[in-house]
């Protein structure tokens, strides 16, 4: 298992601090909209904010409850209170913290220290919390940041120019997602067996895959809903369709309950939109051929059809701009792919007799509870 260092602990707290931020961002941005009398825009940034929090707490309470089977119901009705007021990610900040800073300034190890040694305890204690923030990130991200990206980029498109709490939004939404992919990543590799130190370089690659590819994306779907509204809304609707059905035919065991399992489905389906998600951490390659390749292909069916279309248009937002941008940043962002995937990417997830037993989740088991949680939440 890897260590949890001090600068671990220090990107935890800014962590926090970043996500504390984006909360004020968001409702700032709010209220200017809704000053302006732009009442959907800002409904809209409290709708992604409301629904990324509350899908949040749920699941959140969920692996409270899981893990603490044993303890007491007062605890539990505690922890379900402060769920139900939105805070529950600040509870798992503070365990993250409390076993960080045990870990990282108060506790030594010898190099040889054996797994029943207390402080590897509360080393794999601190990893956990941290892993168990960072897959709640990567929800905020997709049900929250990117979508309100999406929003800020098409209102820059339509109306032609901004004000600063507007490149405020863009920055944080920038900022929150990438920072939520290599946090996430990180995680990957200190959580699971046989991970590989994720390096500089490795960082980098994996954060400009992801980065552009899904700012060529959403780009694209800011010029289509220039076009169109409703066609936006139901493009978006059929690859969420085809996002959750393919989630369905890979009987994905991320959960306990079916309910739970399905919501896990249904945001699956959401994050699939914008980016690849592996949920089964078996060999993709095929897979993300096809999605990668659709999005190629959809983009540049985009492209034409403001061509051939609507030319009025195509003046007012500078097209030729955001079409090398979107073009420049989606060819970028597949070589960034091949690169990771052909020298960066851990390719073997955990040993074939760890694995055997676990990669799909045995429920009932405790002491595997954590990893078998994150073997089923591989996102590549």
């Known amino acids: 298992m890897m260590k949890f260092t001090k600068q671990n602990f220090f990107f935890l707290v800014g962590g926090m601090i970043i996500h504390v931020v984006d909360i004020g961002v968001d409702f700032w941005v709010a209220s200017r909209y809704f000053s302006q009398g732009r009442y959907s825009c800002s409904i809209l940034i409290l709708c992604f904010r409301g629904l990324s929090s509350l899908v949040s707490q749920i699941f959140s309470y969920e692996w409270f409850k899981n893990d603490w089977e044993d303890t007491d119901t007062g605890k539990l009705k505690l922890v379900f209170l ?15 913290l409390k076993y960080g800073c045990q870990v990282a300034f108060k506790q030594t190890r010898s190099r040889d220290a054996s797994e029943a040694d207390p402080s590897n305890f509360i080393q794999k204690r601190a990893i956990d919390a941290v892993t168990d923030i960072n897959m709640l990130r990567v929800f905020k991200t997709f049900l929250e940041t990117t979508p309100q990206l999406f929003l800020q980029i098409y209102i820059l498109m339509e109306h032609g120019k901004t004000d600063f709490y507007q490149y405020a939004a863009i920055i944080m939404s920038f ?51 220039l076009l169109s509204v ?33 919501l896990y489905r249904t945001v699956i389906g959401i994050i699939l939109i914008f980016s690849f998600f592996n949920i089964k951490g078996k060999r993709t390659k095929v897979c993300i051929s096809i999605y990668y390749a659709t999005h190629t292909v959809v983009t540049l069916g985009i492209l034409f059809v403001y061509l051939f279309w609507k030319p009025s248009i195509i003046e007012e937002i500078c097209f030729t701009i955001v079409g090398i941008l979107t073009i420049l940043s989606l060819l970028l962002g597949i070589i960034f792919l091949v690169v990771y995937y052909s020298h960066f990417h851990p390719t073997i ?15 009932g088991q405790k002491d595997r509870g954590k990893t078998g949680r994150f073997q089923n939440f591989l996102m590549q």
Do not use: N
């Open 230 to 262: 409703r066609i936006s809304v139901i493009l978006l609707i059929f690859l969420w369709i085809c996002g959750f059905t393919w989630t369905l035919k890979q009987h994905t065991t991320f959960c306990k309950s079916k309910k739970m399992e399905y």
């Open 82 to 96: 402060v769920h139900l007021f939105q805070c529950g990610i600040f509870i798992r900040y503070w365990f993250a």
């Open 175 to 225: 900022c929150g997602i990438s920072s939520s992919m290599v946090d996430y990543q990180i995680s990957l590799r200190k959580s699971l067996p046989d991970k590989d130190e994720f390096h500089v370089l490795s960082k980098l690659m994996y954060l400009f895959y992801k980065l552009l590819t899904i700012t060529s994306w959403i780009l694209s779907i800011s010029l289509i809903t």
């Open 349 to 363: 997830y955990c040993r074939p007799q760890a694995c055997s037993d676990e990669v799909d989740g045995v429920a």
